[in-house]
């Protein structure tokens, strides 16, 4: 595994993920094969998209399942150092006997300056957890 990705894994596990729940996690990478990501998260709506800094390619992933994003707003993280170029990981912590999903959460790591940052939390998401990282589509 990259270095990269356990960091994220380890600081969304012990800072940000709730305890005593199973978790799973996805990693993000573009079909260019490319780790870097201009990063859009809408709070409101439990929605985040992400965009590839090599060949622009634009994903998305809601929390709802409506698949009804509107891309233009939402490439709105960034880092305090100040950019915004992130290498992304997702969590999800899973109830004990179904493997439904909690909660979700998205976090960036800064390719400047390494920074973590937990960008988007999703409660209550209610997914079978295979279903939810498959969730992830090109609008
Ligand atoms: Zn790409
Ligand atoms: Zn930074």
């Not at 698949?67 to 899973?94: K, Q």
């Not at 998205?106 to 937990?118: D, E, L, Q, S, Y």
Request: with cysteine; charged share 20%.
């Amino acid at each position: 595994m990259r270095e990269s990705t356990i960091a994220i894994r380890e600081f969304l596990t012990h800072t940000v993920m709730e305890k005593g729940f199973r978790k799973e996690f996805a990693d993000v990478e573009c079909k260019c094969g490319g780790r870097v990501f201009l990063l859009g998260a809408d709070t409101q709506f439990d929605s985040v998209s992400w965009m590839c800094v090599s060949c622009e390619t634009h994903y998305c992933l809601e929390a709802t399942l409506t698949y009804t994003m509107i891309l233009d707003e939402l490439a709105n993280c960034s880092c305090p150092c100040d950019l915004d170029r992130f290498e992304i990981g997702i969590g999800v912590s899973l109830y004990p006997i179904n493997e439904v999903v909690s909660t979700a959460y998205i976090a960036g790591m800064c390719v400047h300056c390494g920074k973590i940052t937990c960008f988007d939390l999703w409660s209550d998401v209610d997914l079978p957890y295979s279903l939810f990282f498959t969730s992830i589509y090109e609008p």
